[in-house]
């Protein structure tokens, strides 16, 4: 990096916040739905003040809760997730042994069996409290002795969360299943050539599908994943019933971050969608929130988003084969899903884009094959959209609200900004003004409260 420069991960709406605060009754725009009460949170990359990651992904882990109640915003809160590597442990000991709790919960934050846990892939996950103080690792028991993705799953139907791990030393990826009451129960290796970065996978009701893609471990200073053009690219199915066992389907060399969702069509194909990088997308990606790289104009604007294309594989077990499609020519990335449609067939997912000429929160509707955009302009800069249901069991698979955080892109000023997801391109039900800019993160939850 040029000496006296600041690498673009540091700067305007992705500067870290320097300190801890919190305040109450925020300002409303708009009406807040009474339906949403509880938090939402959201986690990101924040390094502590004066410190230099080397990469936008090495950043301690922050959450930033908003406890939304009877139409009101009672507060906003940011704390640090005081992780091992908080305290400085080292996550590799000098005898070779792993420390997973000496790592950055920077990644995701969930909720499940009455856990809120702050999530990164190169660790344990950590519990937090609803007020957002660190209770400490989690390790179910000392029954997990891998890593855990920072994108597990929960079938809506039982309950049950699966995830998986990956690292650099055999076997590189085990997957993992929780039950409804949080009891790590099932543990397979998957066997793959190589230490392979599985950010993400997908689950159907009865598969769970791995990506086996060609960004691979490479011991060097920073981020130590590149792409390795010898590697090959295959989509991995697993019978949820037969843990370990997978048919692979080789694909065309590409990267996935994150997944939208996957089904089981009534032939027995799996319908998979996804943000899928070409070769070249993802190096732009990879270098333009790189200390070393510094891209200006539309290229700084979008090197968050990137120019991944919201894309369909279908796998047909009967042939072997595996085909592609574009859902949509836009970059776009973070897709999401309604919840409860999670492994089942779902109409519509979520996204963010950002062309660098203005930024947008998009649905993708599966059955008509339009897509629609609530745009927001070049100065303001989306998180990932995250879908809160309306109540009722009947209710239509769009009822309800998308809720994201959003910055300027100087990083001046931040909002909760809520949707109605039947009409995402129309106004704003309510945006809450939020006491502080709020870098760009990554990934977050609803927590609703309890049923009375």
């Avoid at 290229?299 to 085909?323: E, H, K």
Wanted: charge should be negative; glycine fraction near 12%; charged fraction near 20%.
């Amino acid at each position: 990096m040029t000496t006296g420069t600041v690498p673009l991960y540091l700067t305007g709406h992705m500067a870290p916040v320097a300190d801890e605060i919190e305040a109450y009754e925020l300002p409303v725009s708009g009406a807040l739905p009474p339906e949403l009460t509880g938090r939402y949170l959201r986690n990101g990359p924040n390094p502590l003040p004066g410190e230099d990651p080397g990469h936008w992904f090495g950043g301690h882990g922050m959450l930033h809760g908003i406890r939304l109640r009877d139409g009101r915003a009672e507060w906003y809160r940011n704390r640090w997730v005081r992780t091992g590597a908080l305290a400085g442990k080292r996550y590799i000991h000098e005898d070779g042994t792993i420390d997973r709790t000496a790592v950055h919960a920077n990644t995701h934050v969930i909720e499940h069996s009455g856990r809120i846990l702050a999530l990164v892939e190169s660790g344990f996950p950590y519990e937090v409290t609803g007020e957002l103080d660190t209770v400490g690792p989690v390790d179910f028991g000392g029954k997990l002795t891998t890593a855990m993705t920072a994108h597990p799953k929960v079938d809506p139907v039982t309950g049950e969360l699966h995830f998986f791990g990956y690292g650099v030393m055999p076997p590189y990826v085990t997957y993992h299943r929780l039950s409804a009451d949080g009891q790590l129960v099932q543990s397979a290796p998957i066997e793959v050539p190589g230490p392979t970065m599985m950010h993400d996978f997908a689950i159907t009701e009865n598969h769970a599908i791995f990506l086996d893609l060609p960004m691979t471990f490479r011991p060097r200073p920073g981020m130590p994943f590149a792409w390795d053009d010898e590697y090959g690219a295959r989509l991995g199915v697993m019978p949820l019933a037969r843990p370990g066992e997978v048919r692979w389907f080789e694909i065309d060399p590409c990267y996935v971050f994150h997944v939208g969702n996957a089904h089981e069509d009534p032939t027995g194909r799996i319908v998979l969608d996804l943000a899928r990088y070409s070769r070249d997308a993802i190096a732009n990606l990879w270098e333009g929130i790189s200390a070393e790289h510094q891209p200006a104009g539309p290229a700084a604007a979008a090197a968050v988003t990137g120019i991944s294309r919201m894309s369909r594989f279908t796998l047909d077990p009967a042939t072997g084969t595996a085909t592609v499609a574009e859902l949509d020519e836009r970059g776009v990335e973070f897709p999401t899903v309604d919840d409860d449609r999670v492994g089942r067939p779902s109409r519509y997912l979520y996204a963010v884009a950002d062309s660098g000429a203005g930024t947008a929160i998009v649905r993708f509707d599966g059955q008509l094959g339009t897509t629609t955009a609530h745009e927001l302009g070049p100065d303001v800069v989306p998180g990932e959209a995250v879908f809160v249901p309306a109540s009722g069991a009947d209710r239509a698979e769009d009822d309800g609200w998308l809720v994201s955080i959003t910055t300027r892109r100087d990083g001046s000023a931040s909002q909760l900004l809520v949707l109605d997801a039947t009409d995402v391109a129309g106004e704003p039900v309510a945006a809450v003004t939020l006491p502080r800019g709020v870098p760009a993160g990554f990934h977050g939850s609803w927590i609703p409260d309890p049923a009375a």
